[in-house]
């Protein structure tokens, strides 16, 4: 299990978490199942390049707004079992 914590909390768009090592962003996916209203919350590592831009707010609210388009271009960056640390 990869424990992270909270460092930018954008609402209803995305988190970003930082591990020891690593950097995340979780992204609320709408109406993710067909015919469904169930949003599903997803988490995708950050590549170099995501975390060039780690500070910058409309960057990751534009990456979040990719990922949602189509998430399955992100899939291989997908990561499971992320546990929220103070």
Known sequence: MI???????????FVLMQ???KWYIGVLIPNFYPN????VSKDFVLNSN???????IDYLIQLAE???KD???FSY???K???IVK
Do not use: L
């Open 81 to 83: 079992d992320i546990k």
């Open 50 to 56: 995501d975390v060039q831009h780690k500070d910058d």
């Open 77 to 79: 960056r997908e990561v």
């Open 19 to 21: 591990s020891e090592d």
């Open 3 to 13: 424990e992270a914590k909270v460092i930018v909390s954008h609402r209803g768009s």
């Open 36 to 39: 469904s209203h169930f949003d």
């Open 66 to 68: 990719e990922i949602r």
């Open 71 to 73: 998430w399955t271009k």
